[in-house]
């Protein structure tokens, strides 16, 4: 192994491989390597940093690729969590994850609450584009 393989963390090589087996097609493969790479990145960044949110968006994406909306929504709400906790309620992340919980509760058939995620969607771009203005 040389040092540049060293030095990535062990939940990225997770993350990948389940990337690789998205893309092979090997499904049964794909969540317990997601489930494994937020296990070990939270160990080593904390149970709510940013990097976890995004594992949490992809396994969430994983699961609307295969219609199966409940476990979706729980993983996006987890990231959304997740932004709030560690001090990205007010970025572009926290907007792309709700963005996508509002879409997975339309297609479960919840539209109010897919409505009210998408006016907070807009309230935060609304405060982020006024802050790049004002700067």
Same mark, same amino acid.
């Given at each position: 192994?040389?040092?540049?393989q060293a030095d990535i963390p062990v939940w990225k090589v997770f993350v990948a491989a389940a990337e690789r087996a998205r893309q092979l097609g090997?499904? !049964?493969?794909?969540?317990?390597?997601?489930?494994?790479?937020? +296990?070990?990145?939270?160990?080593?960044?904390?149970h709510y940093s940013k990097e976890i949110g995004g594992i949490l968006?992809?396994? !969430?994406?994983?699961?609307?690729?295969?219609?199966?909306? !409940?476990?979706?929504? !729980?993983?996006?709400?987890? +990231?959304?969590?997740t932004y709030e906790?560690?001090?990205? +309620?007010?970025?572009?992340l926290m907007a792309a994850a709700l963005s996508k919980l509002a879409e997975t509760y339309e297609a479960s058939g919840n539209g109010s609450r897919a409505a009210a995620v998408r006016l907070r969607v807009k309230v935060l771009l609304a405060r982020q584009l006024q802050s790049m203005v004002d700067d």
């Open positions: 192994m040389d040092s540049k090997t499904e !049964a493969e794909v969540e317990p390597l997601y489930a494994k790479a937020i +296990a070990l990145a939270r160990k080593s960044l904390g968006l992809r396994l !969430a994406d994983f699961y609307v690729e295969h219609k199966d909306y !409940a476990a979706a929504e !729980a993983a996006y709400e987890t +990231a959304v969590e906790r560690n001090g990205e +309620a007010g970025s572009i």
